[in-house]
């Protein structure tokens, strides 16, 4: 494995992060495909032997559940061993001061912990002044409840916001923005990226292989996620023709270089400065297949033969 320092902290964190969203009680909260507890633990688990440290989820995957996974499964491991994100905002009050009060408790308690590595602001609240929400970050720092903090998707001129409004009060600096992006999803290299390069916020993005549009040779899959997922057409192919030509350029460069299409996804994420891509996993073989891709380096050319076919597409994830 390699690690790689979050600015900002002193957070060393492997170059792939486990994404959890999949793991969690099926019957309950916004997902039907996730995975129950027994095939999340040895998933979770084997990625902490491979050396995976890092291990994103949110107060909203499966109501919660995919929080009390994560802290069940790593209850036996030393606490300063691994890294542990979760996330505010699609809760009652968003990120009012009592709402982030009121989660990060929960949060603690589901997570089994005594303190959250990285409370990610999961989207910009319209309805709450940045002063509010950054004061009560600082009071869960200063509680010892939260180490840093991140945000995740949102326009630039509001993560801008956010990250001035530190500055100015001599708060400390966000320390990671997680936003949507892959080869077929590039919109946040317009404003968003740009922010994150000017207050020198480490990268860690989502959907690297866009719902697995990219990571296999044929467009559609008959798994249970894409059968159930209501956001997996309306997200992803609605440019189905022009982003298939995309996803042939990675199939035929994962044939040059011997590896997987995702492989080929990650090594892109990491020539675009991405401090740790959040790769979600359901199988053990895909964990295995992730390793590689640390081995996978893609020069400006063929960068730029992914990059070359990129179309406009419509904004989704930041609001």
């Given at each position: 494995m390699k690690y790689i320092d979050l600015n900002h902290s002193n957070l060393k964190v492997s170059r792939i992060c486990l994404g959890c969203m999949s793991f969690g009680k099926p019957e309950v909260g916004q997902y039907q495909w996730t995975l129950d507890y027994e095939d999340a633990e040895r998933i979770i688990q084997k990625a902490y032997h491979q050396g995976i440290n890092f291990f994103d989820t949110s107060n909203n995957y499966s109501d919660g559940t995919s929080e009390q996974f994560v802290g069940r499964a790593?209850?036996?491991?030393?606490?300063?061993?691994?890294?542990?994100?979760?996330?505010?905002?699609?809760?009652?009050g968003r990120l009012s001061a009592e709402a982030i009060h009121r989660e990060v408790e929960k949060s603690l308690s589901n997570l089994n912990t005594g303190h959250i590595d990285l409370l990610i602001l999961h989207r910009y609240d319209y309805n709450t002044p940045v002063e509010?929400?950054?004061?009560?970050?600082?009071?869960?720092?200063?509680?010892?409840h939260i180490r840093y903090y991140g945000a995740s998707a949102m326009y630039g001129y509001q993560f801008a916001e956010y990250c001035y409004k530190a500055q100015e009060k001599g708060y400390p600096p966000f320390v990671t923005l997680q936003n949507h992006y892959s080869p077929i999803?590039?919109?946040d290299e317009r404003d968003l990226i740009p922010v994150a390069r000017q207050?020198?916020?480490?990268?860690?993005?989502?959907?690297?292989?866009?719902?697995?549009?990219l990571a296999r040779k044929e467009w559609s899959s008959d798994s249970l996620r894409y059968e159930l997922d209501s956001k997996e057409g309306t997200r992803y192919d609605r440019l189905e023709e022009q982003d298939r030509k995309i996803a042939e350029r990675i199939y035929e460069l994962s044939l040059k270089h011997s590896c997987s299409m995702s492989n080929i996804c990650l090594a892109w994420q990491y020539a675009k400065g991405v401090a740790s891509p959040i790769?979600?996993?359901?199988?053990?073989?895909?964990?295995?297949?992730?390793?590689?891709?640390?081995?996978?380096?893609?020069?400006?050319?063929?960068?730029?033969?992914?990059?070359?076919?990129?179309?406009?597409?419509?904004?989704?994830?930041?609001?």
């Open positions: 790593l209850k036996d491991y030393p606490r300063d061993s691994y890294v542990i994100t979760t996330k505010c905002y699609f809760n009652e509010e929400t950054l004061e009560a970050l600082q009071e869960e720092l200063q509680k010892g999803y590039r919109e207050f020198n916020v480490s990268r860690t993005s989502f959907a690297p292989y866009a719902a697995g549009r790769v979600g996993i359901t199988k053990e073989k895909y964990l295995d297949d992730t390793m590689n891709a640390l081995e996978i380096e893609l020069n400006e050319d063929e960068v730029a033969y992914i990059d070359e076919l990129y179309l406009p597409h419509p904004i989704t994830c930041n609001r």
